[in-house]
């Protein structure tokens, strides 16, 4: 009864939850996420190339993963997007994939590529 009630509660969870089962099937055995480096912006009239306004939280920080028993670092871009109730409604992350892809010896997006 509990999962049913936090699933009504956090809207995401399952989301959240998905994509963190899809890590640890990966092989990303831990993350510890430091240096944070916040800039925040207003956007108050718009802009080119259609992005929403109101507040963005751009992140820049260190991300140490243990991935399939081996230690990688990676320095990685988050954005979060904040609607007028002061709640998340996008999130995107840049960061350069070829030291996963280096760790893991194969490029997941390539092979999902040729897949189609």
Known sequence: MFGLYAILLYPGLVQFCNCYIGWIAAGIGSMT???????????????????????????????????????????????????????????????????IIKASGKNILEEIKLKK
């Open 33 to 99: 996420m430091s240096e944070f480096n916040h800039t925040p912006i207003n956007v108050v009239s718009p802009i080119k190339g259609g992005a929403t306004m109101g507040i963005y939280d751009i992140t820049y920080f260190s991300n140490k993963m243990v991935f399939k028993g081996k230690t990688i670092a990676i320095r990685m871009n988050f954005v979060a997007h904040f609607n007028a109730d002061k709640k998340i409604d996008r999130y995107n992350t840049y960061y350069d994939r070829s030291i």
